[in-house]
C-alpha cells in the first residue's frame, strides 16, 4: 500500500479517486476530517491522503495522476460559446452558463 497523493482540497482528491477507481485502481482515502483544522496544524500533517491499495497497481495510478495534472495546467486559447456567445477560459470543454460543448477547433 503506497500513498500517492495529499492534499487538504477534499473535492480535488475526491476526484483523483473517482479518477483512479475508474481507471481500475483499487485506492482508500485517510484523515479526510483532518483538513478542517488545516492552518492550526501544519498543513502536511492535515491533508487527505490517497493511497493506492496494490502496489502493483501504482504505475497505473502514477500515469493516471501524471495525466491529470498535464491536463490541469494545460491551458488552450479562450473561446466562446456558439450557442449562448460566453466567453471562457480555454481548460474549459463546456459552457457554464448553457451546458453547450466547446465546438471542435
Known amino acids: 500500500m503506497r500513498r500517492v497523493h495529499s492534499s487538504v482540497n477534499l473535492i480535488e482528491i475526491n476526484h483523483l479517486k473517482n479518477l483512479l477507481e475508474a481507471g481500475g485502481v483499487r485506492c482508500v482515502l485517510r484523515n479526510q ?61 463546456q459552457c457554464w452558463k448553457c451546458g453547450a460543448e466547446k465546438a471542435a477547433p
Do not use: K, M, N, Y
Not at 34 to 60: C, K, S, Y
Not at 62 to 86: K, N, T
Open 33 to 93: 476530517l483532518l483538513t478542517g483544522i488545516a492552518g492550526e496544524v501544519p498543513f502536511d500533517q492535515a491533508a487527505a491522503q490517497l493511497w493506492v491499495l496494490d502496489d502493483a497497481e501504482l504505475w497505473q495510478a502514477e500515469e493516471i495522476l501524471r495525466d491529470w495534472r498535464r491536463a490541469r495546467f494545460a491551458r488552450g486559447p479562450a473561446w466562446v460559446c456558439s450557442e449562448c456567445g460566453e466567453r471562457h477560459e480555454g481548460q474549459f470543454s
